[in-house]
């Protein structure tokens, strides 16, 4: 799947791919491998990024400094320093006002559902 | 990018047959060449780690659908995912004072050859004699004319159908010509100097419509956020 530019600045919803890699890093940086597992994961396997479309995400929300790229300390078996992925304060705000969104878009259709079947 | 330090684990396991070695060496390779079309910078920050992760991906491939569908997946976005990438790359912050400049330039030396045809156009009703000479036979070069500079002052507002509206002018406006003088005047000419006053006419609209297609691809705030 590709990943569309969501630009949160703009008012836009973010795109899921975009959402699900935020939410991925939320509670720990991962590097890249472990962000594409997780997605895939968290979006219940309908999310499955190809290597270019992951980094080009993460390209993106780099430049938009939402994610930092941190140095992870334990390198793996092949030797080389692996890079781990982070949000910032600024992706942890984007992050928290989607999932306020989400929310509230939740309720607005149990509500609706609600009003309906009551 | 090393190719050379990755271990790709082709050993088969209980549920099905991996891919063999050599087909996994042969595929990051030629994964690290598709790479080679990605933007230099964008190389230098991921190369490595789209290798990592693509030789990971395999390595954890369990039997052959699996692994051809790692590569279909690949195969089929890598075009798509190297035009993002080089759109992002071109819409750096560092590159608005040029769209800017870019902008600037293409209004206004637009507009001043819109208006300088639009007077020329306007000229010949006022003064009926300088219109006489071939003035009927020319009235659809006139009229086309007269929209195409149109349609290069419309972009000034509406870039994007402006400059579709010229470009599509300005080819028309070329291709008449040609048509007009090799039809009427077929001895004067040579078919290479026919093909030279078409494009000639025809490139400044085509050229103007290009540069406004694509300034419409950015937008006009990026002016304010200078």
């Known amino acids: ?118 | 990018m090393r190719i050379e330090s990755f271990k790709v684990n082709t050993r088969p396991n209980n549920r099905g047959l991996r891919a063999s070695k050599w087909i996994a060496s042969l595929l990051i390779r030629l994964y690290a060449h598709s790479l080679r079309l990605y933007p230099a910078a964008f190389r230098a920050d991921f190369a490595d780690e789209m290798l990592d992760v693509f030789a990971m991906t395999l390595r954890e491939a369990r039997g052959t659908l699996a692994f051809l569908t790692i590569v279909w997946r690949e195969v089929a976005y890598l075009p798509i995912n190297i035009i993002c990438v080089r759109q992002q790359k071109s819409e750096a912050p560092t590159s608005s004072i040029n769209v800017w400049r870019a902008r600037h330039v293409t209004r206004w030396s637009s507009m001043i050859l819109s208006l300088f045809i639009l007077y020329s156009l306007i000229n010949p009703f006022v003064s009926p004699q300088t219109f006489a000479i071939d003035g009927l036979r020319l009235s659809l070069f006139f009229v086309l004319l007269f929209f195409t500079s149109l349609s290069m002052l419309l972009a000034w507002r509406w870039e994007r159908l402006g400059g579709l509206l010229t470009i599509g002018g300005g080819i028309t406006l070329g291709a008449f010509l040609i048509f007009y003088i090799g039809y009427f005047r077929p001895a004067e000419i040579s078919l290479i100097g026919l093909s030279f006053i078409g494009i000639l006419w025809a490139l400044p609209f085509v050229t103007f419509g290009v540069m406004f297609y694509l300034l419409s691809q950015y937008p006009v705030r990026q002016l304010t956020t200078l």
């Open chain 1, 1 to 118: 799947m590709t990943d569309k530019q969501s630009t949160k600045q703009d008012g836009q919803p973010l795109t899921e791919a975009t959402f699900f890699i935020l939410l991925s890093i939320a509670q720990k940086p991962k590097h890249g491998y472990a962000i594409m597992k997780d997605v895939e994961s968290l979006s219940s396997g309908r999310i499955k990024f190809s290597t270019g479309t992951l980094y080009g995400a993460i390209s993106r929300l780099l430049e938009q400094e939402w994610i930092e790229q941190i140095e992870n300390d334990q390198p793996p078996d092949a030797g080389r320093p692996r890079k781990d992925y982070a949000l910032t304060d600024k992706g942890h705000s984007i992050l928290n006002a989607e999932v306020g969104r989400l929310e509230s878009v939740l309720a607005s259709a149990r509500l609706r559902f609600g009003e309906e079947n009551g």
